[in-house]
């Protein structure tokens, strides 16, 4: 018939594939018309209290960054630095910085059409701290709140990490002088200063903007990653590290001792704070150091002139400069005695079980234990890496384990002033352990009326209890408790000096 179109099998073979092709061009048209750029947006977080007042270390982790309409927020590192990959595209991107116990800041009106970096007047971007109570203002309710736990420190039940802003590890006058600095300051008063800065080369990503949240990542390359500058490059790059700002580029960040009784560095940190608690002739002094350390075996072990044995003896501080301790305390004193087991720094001395031993992990557990029913071979073999025969112990799983009543270490020894009970009030020196890799040594002054009598076993016990010690054991005390860091004894010793003793425990920088 004619005007009828007749297609032959063969041509419908032909046609088929050509409207697949045409049909597939289609798609890849519409996918690419539906797309949306996404770049990266970094930059630097900065505590006002660090300007301000000039605080030795300040926190600059744990501060998020959200963008609007994005779930997944970014957060600072350790140097402030913060990145949210896979931003879309647009003209006008805000941006909200929050943490507890500072004054969230909202960025508004940055265009994002290329991987930028922010910045404060090319510098860090500052958020004010004193927000406690998250109202957007700092008020007097926020002066309320702090003055609950002023005059608080670290390792006290009452002090709070929130309302340490300069983060010294005691709330005091420092943090409520930064906070006023602020007084009646709202989110809105914050300065309108803000900048960015192109990331020079940098390219864009394709994303669905059916699920913005789910841009994909950009497939990473062998191409060097290259360090912004004014001249452009076209290396792209998905960390850029302004150098033609104040900004500082992340680093390894030098061990440092920050005062005399203070020093972070190297994964370790030694916080110590002197107290004193009663009058006149009852007064106690007593020296706190919470001490965090990267592994058990950061807690070392030396010997008198570095050999094991009888009658071998040197000063806490000799001990300590010859191998280099940035922290040490007074040890067992075995060498007045021939029992127990001692291993030390991994390897063992003296397996003569007899009293109550403490041990240390690698993995920086403490426990106290019954050295005649552990084997040495058992210890070690569970990566005991000290063990130390004295006691006893004073903090055991968390339970206090007074009253103490007849206590003698030395029943064995021929000295009668050694075999006498040791629960009265005297120099101390023990250890404690809150969590693992976490201790804290107390060193406790005596013998001096009105400047501290001592303490008996039972109150040196409630002190690591009340510190949070899941563990703690006694460790020499008397004319031996000494506490040394850096380069100086921090404790006044009972003898007026130091005495020569047998061993320390310590740790270096």
């Not at 018309?33 to 505590?47: F, H, I, L, Q, R």
């Not at 150098?243 to 390894?252: Q, V």
Request: aromatic share 8%; with cysteine; hydrophobic share 35%.
């Amino acid at each position: 018939m004619r005007g009828s179109l007749k297609i032959s099998k063969g041509r419908v073979k032909k046609v088929v594939p050509a409207l697949l092709i045409i049909f597939t061009i289609l798609i890849a048209i519409f996918q690419q018309v539906n797309a949306e750029d996404v770049y990266t947006v970094s930059g630097y977080v900065k505590p006002a209290l660090a300007n301000q007042i000039g605080s030795a270390s300040t926190r600059l982790s744990g501060f998020t960054i959200v963008t609007d309409g994005y779930e997944a927020p970014g957060q600072t590192d350790s140097k402030g630095y913060f990145e949210i990959k896979d931003v879309l595209s647009s003209s006008k991107v805000s941006f909200i910085i929050s943490k507890p116990g500072y004054l969230t800041r909202e960025i508004t009106n940055i265009p994002v059409t290329n991987n930028i970096v922010l910045s404060e007047g090319n510098l860090q971007i500052n958020i004010w701290p004193g927000d406690f109570n998250g109202d957007l203002i700092i008020n007097m309710s926020d002066i309320v709140q702090i003055s609950k736990v002023f005059n608080t420190a670290a390792l006290e039940s009452t002090y709070n990490q929130i309302y340490d802003v300069n983060n010294d590890n005691a709330i005091n006058m420092l943090d409520v002088v930064g906070v006023a600095k602020n007084f009646n300051k709202k989110s809105s008063d914050y300065p309108s200063d803000i900048t960015y800065k192109v990331v020079q080369g940098s390219t864009p990503t394709k994303a669905p903007t059916s699920t913005p949240t789910k841009a994909p990542t950009p497939t990473p390359t062998n191409t060097p990653t290259s360090t912004p500058t004014n001249t452009p490059t076209n290396t792209p790059t998905n960390t850029p590290t302004p150098t033609n700002t104040p900004m500082p580029t992340p680093t390894n960040t030098p061990a440092e001792v920050l005062d005399d009784m203070n020093y972070v560095g190297n994964g370790k940190s030694v916080h110590i704070k002197k107290y004193e608690q009663g009058t006149g002739e009852d007064k106690i002094t007593y020296y706190v150091a919470d001490i965090k350390v990267n592994k058990g075996s950061d807690i070392l072990s030396a010997f008198a002139k570095n050999t094991f044995g009888k009658n071998i003896t040197d000063t806490t501080s000799n001990m300590a400069e010859q191998n280099n301790a940035l922290f040490a305390v007074n040890g067992s004193y075995y060498g007045f005695r021939d029992d127990g087991i001692e291993i030390r720094n991994g390897e063992m001395y003296r397996n003569v079980p007899f009293r109550t031993g403490l041990v240390i992990y690698n993995n920086g557990k403490m426990e106290s234990y019954t050295e005649s029913s552990d084997s040495v071979t058992k210890l070690l073999e569970n990566g005991a890496y000290q063990a130390i025969s004295f006691g006893p112990a004073l903090v055991k799983s968390g339970v206090l384990q007074s009253p103490f009543v007849n206590v003698v270490i030395d029943i064995n020894s021929p000295s009668s002033a050694a075999r006498r009970p040791i629960e009265g009030a005297n120099p101390r020196t023990g250890i404690g352990m809150i969590e693992p890799n976490h201790f804290v040594f107390i060193v406790v002054d005596g013998r001096d009326p009105g400047y501290s009598r001592g303490a008996t076993l039972d109150e040196f016990a409630k002190m690591f209890y009340d510190l949070g010690c899941k563990e703690a054991f006694n460790l020499d005390g008397g004319g031996s408790s000494n506490m040394y860091f850096n380069g100086k004894v921090v404790n006044q010793p009972s003898l007026g000096g130091e005495r020569k003793i047998s061993d320390i425990l310590y740790i270096t920088k």
